[in-house]
């Protein structure tokens, strides 16, 4: 969600109007992918990168987070409608114990909601959250509970923040014409993902630019899948053929030679 910053300075808005611009652009955003039937949602809420900006920015930026939940959370915004579940996904050490105190409680008042979720990147980054599976797999491995042969590509998966809980990248969006991933979800994205780069300010990033991302990504998604459902259709292999058959194509015998002698 970036372009926050650049929002106020080119509005002449203190910083925190800007952060607080694109608080009231998340709202929206998160109702127009829950009405169109998106199950998951992340939002890169605080990149670790981001403790090297000064003190007063990141406390503004953790207060509204904190306000900007429990509104989803707990107030009759639009967003409650679809029984979202909130959940943090990040290095919690990093964070602020009134803080993590008071989203940990946003977590647990909305845990029984099953219809969406909404995951909160915070503090995060993708090194980190792989380092921190590694980590988990190595205790696991030193205390017996998993032996080093059962390590699978899932196995990591189960050990990150999400804890599995997340389907694979469908769309990346990235705001504010910047062309760089800024560690984000480099192992959740896959070779289907799509990386969709937006010159709008995040702030600015609403409800048709959503509607907008995701119409384009099904319609595209759509052709893919017709494509690789007629090639299906097409790739009938030799080996195929002989199978069906019960016998090697090359050796087929040649049909008989035959020529019209009358038409009648």
């Known amino acids: 969600m970036d372009g926050n910053r650049r929002y106020a300075k080119n509005a002449g808005l203190p910083l925190k109007e800007g952060h607080r611009a694109g608080a009231e652009s998340l709202a929206k955003v998160l109702t127009c992918c829950y009405k169109l039937g998106v199950k998951d949602v992340t939002v890169y809420a605080f990149s670790i990168e981001n403790f090297n900006r000064p003190q007063s920015e990141i406390d503004t930026i953790f207060q509204l987070l904190k306000s900007r939940l429990a509104y989803i959370a707990y107030e009759d915004s639009p967003v409650k409608q679809f029984h979202l579940s909130i959940k943090i996904v990040g290095n919690r050490t990093l964070i602020p114990s009134d803080v993590l105190a008071d989203l940990?409680?946003?977590?647990?008042?909305?845990?029984?909601?099953?219809?969406?979720?909404?995951?909160?990147?915070?503090?995060?980054?993708?090194?980190?959250?792989?380092?921190?599976?590694?980590?988990?797999?190595?205790?696991?491995?030193?205390?017996?509970?998993?032996k080093v042969s059962e390590i699978t590509a899932e196995t990591i998966e189960n050990n990150f923040y999400y804890r599995g809980e997340a389907s694979k990248v469908d769309i990346l969006v990235r705001t504010s014409g910047h062309t760089r991933l800024s560690d984000y979800m480099l192992w959740q994205c896959h070779q289907d993902s799509v990386i969709s780069y937006s010159n709008t300010l995040w702030p600015n990033f609403k409800f048709y630019h959503t509607w907008w991302t995701i119409f384009k990504w099904s319609y595209y998604k759509t052709l893919i899948l017709e494509d690789a459902e007629t090639m299906q259709i097409k790739r009938i292999t030799d080996k195929e053929i002989n199978e069906r058959y019960?016998?090697?194509?090359?050796?087929?015998?040649?049909?008989p030679f035959a020529s019209v002698t009358k038409v009648t």
């Open 104 to 146: 940990e409680q946003i977590e647990e008042s909305t845990a029984g909601n099953t219809a969406h979720n909404l995951f909160i990147a915070f503090p995060y980054t993708s090194r980190d959250d792989i380092v921190h599976s590694v980590t988990e797999i190595t205790h696991k491995v030193k205390s017996d509970e998993l």
């Open 246 to 255: 019960k016998e090697p194509i090359l050796s087929l015998s040649h049909p």
